[in-house]
């Protein structure tokens, strides 16, 4: 297992665009999933984890929203944490194939007893969610902000339905900052040419990581004194770890025939998505192989 500066970490690639400006996260390949479902509260909310621990001895019945939640591995263990003392969670997201699926797989693969209210799913969109203002002590979300525009109006809504008191938390990576070794030439096509230039394309953000701060601002108002920023990073450096985001790669921007038909109306040839493709083979396979990015976060209390 890789480690961040925080923890033990075994985090997921974020796909690229599947059609040149929007992520269809219906149709997201099974290795994209597997590796989003490595995702908890342990590994990807660490900053988070002692002030949902204060919140949750002064209210054990405490209530927290996830928002773009997927398929929903970090919510189950939030419910894990919480549940057992009377707490809930809330998860939404967009996209209802996501949900289906994170229902699906609550008990036997995220370990949450069907037979308890831990934690229940919604349909919602982060812009306009469907709850009554200070609702929730925690409101949390995790690489959602970096696929939409307008990143603190979805901020601003979080601090709406948190409870006076509550906090809002948000992670988001900084895919410019992403660094990998070894320098393969493959790699960096795929990252510059690819990655970074198909999300800025479909105007999401490439540094949500350090812009994140400035979006908090925007929406509380510009109240520093409420906000704690922090950096962690994600770390792919263990074969398991490795061939995970290396699959996830391949598969989600490199092998259906829909985003291959895009990556070719952007300038990309087959000549070079095939170098790409086998630039992250060699990646995965070398020992000496490595990959980080920084990842942006936030606590922001109402
Ligand atoms: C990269 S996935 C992250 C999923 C999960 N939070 C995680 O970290 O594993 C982004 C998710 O956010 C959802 N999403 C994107 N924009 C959203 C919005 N405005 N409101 C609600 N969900 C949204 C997508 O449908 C997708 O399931």
């Not at 999933?33 to 984890?49: G, I, K, M």
């Amino acid at each position: 297992m890789s480690q961040d500066t925080h923890s033990n970490q075994n985090q997921g690639s974020e796909p690229v665009a599947s059609e040149g400006h929007k992520v269809n996260w219906s149709t997201l390949p099974e290795d994209v999933f597997r590796v989003f479902e490595t995702r908890t509260a342990h590994n990807s909310a660490v900053y988070l984890l002692p002030t949902l621990q204060e919140i949750q001895s002064r209210n054990p019945q405490m209530k927290l929203l996830d928002v773009g939640s997927g398929s929903g591995s970090i919510s189950a263990s939030f419910a894990k944490i919480i549940g057992p003392a009377g707490g809930h969670v809330t998860a939404v997201d967009v996209n209802p194939v996501v949900l289906e699926r994170a229902t699906k797989i609550l008990s036997d693969k995220y370990g949450v007893p069907a037979d308890r209210d831990w934690i229940s799913f919604e349909i919602a969109d982060g812009h306009k969610l469907p709850f009554e203002d200070d609702t929730f002590d925690v409101v949390h979300c995790h690489q959602v902000l970096a696929h939409n525009k307008g990143q603190w109006e979805i901020l601003r809504e979080m601090l709406r339905v948190a409870k006076p008191g509550g906090v809002v938390a948000a992670r988001e990576g900084d895919m410019e900052t992403e660094v990998f070794w070894p320098p393969l030439p493959g790699l960096l096509k795929f990252h510059n040419d690819l990655e970074v230039r198909v999300i800025r394309a479909r105007g999401a953000s490439t540094s949500s990581g350090r812009e994140l701060l400035s979006w908090a601002l925007k929406a509380n108002g510009g109240n520093r004194s409420k906000i704690v920023t922090s950096f962690s990073a994600w770390s792919y450096t263990e074969p398991e770890d490795r061939k995970l985001w290396a699959q996830g790669m391949i598969e989600v921007a490199l092998s259906n025939p829909i985003v291959c038909e895009s990556n070719i109306k952007s300038g990309i040839t087959e000549a070079e998505m095939d170098e790409m493709r086998d630039a992250w083979i060699e990646w995965r396979d070398r020992d000496d192989a490595t990959l980080s990015m920084v990842q942006g976060e936030i606590l922001m209390r109402k």
